[in-house]
């Protein structure tokens, strides 16, 4: 089974490249074996990627030229590009999340401003409808998704705000809340027991639920200082 991902500014240029490799990792545990897979119709970074079936969805982001409301579809069988719909507003560094064939879009940012704005666009019609607005404004969030629920980890407000808390948005009934949580594990010492996160991100590389246990685990990201962590933190309902 592929995993197929695209790049993002590469060698001051915006790459439209789509590479893939086997997702069973090798006798080192790593994934390897990356070739070129596909091209899109244009260069994009600070854009979204979901999977949807048998395809993959590419919602805004950024190309030379600015920011980009575009909801593309990408069928990974036939390597063949449609343009699905357009979004409300032009956005990048969005967060974005597939649920009952509906790609909703949290936030963003427009180039000059954050946005509360949710966007939800129905995959096999391509019409395009208002979620509730977030609680404040913000991009570079980080996302995990259990079911219908989406969890919205910290990011920034305007240019340089950042921010420290999580949000359940509930994707089937479109509520938003804040979520109350501790901070179970780092490999920091003294913060086993903060009820924020120690430190907030303006992005974070990766956030995963886990199924079983209830845990949300973020992986890296921007601190306040400017800094690009390689820490994981364990936060838990």
Request: aromatic content about 10%.
């Amino acid at each position: 089974f592929p995993v197929t991902i695209d790049a993002e500014l590469s060698a001051g240029t915006y790459s439209s490249a789509i590479y893939r490799a086997r997702s069973i990792p090798d006798a080192q545990g790593d994934i390897s074996g990356w070739t070129l897979y596909a091209t899109m119709p244009t260069g994009l970074q600070r854009h979204q990627l979901c999977s949807w079936g048998g395809y993959l969805v590419i919602s805004g982001g950024r190309d030379s030229v600015g920011y980009k409301t575009g909801v593309l579809l990408f069928n990974v069988a036939t390597k063949a590009f449609t343009t699905l719909a357009n979004l409300t507003v032009a956005r990048g560094w969005h967060t974005a999340a597939v649920y009952n064939n509906t790609l909703f879009v949290f936030g963003g940012w427009t180039g000059g401003s954050t946005l509360t704005s949710v966007e939800k666009i129905n995959l096999n019609t391509g019409v395009v409808s208002a979620g509730t607005s977030l609680i404040n404004s913000r991009a570079e969030q980080a996302i995990a998704v259990n079911a219908n629920i989406a969890y919205l980890l910290s990011g920034r407000t305007g240019s340089t705000t950042i921010q420290n808390d999580v949000w359940a948005y509930g994707m089937a009934a479109d509520t938003v809340t804040t979520l109350p949580y501790t901070t179970q594990q780092s490999e920091e010492a003294g913060h086993d027991d903060e009820s924020v996160l120690p430190d907030p991100y303006v992005r974070s590389a990766a956030a995963f639920y886990h199924p079983v246990d209830g845990y949300i685990a973020i992986v890296g990201g921007v601190d306040s200082a400017g800094l690009i962590g390689a820490r994981c933190i364990v936060t838990g309902k």
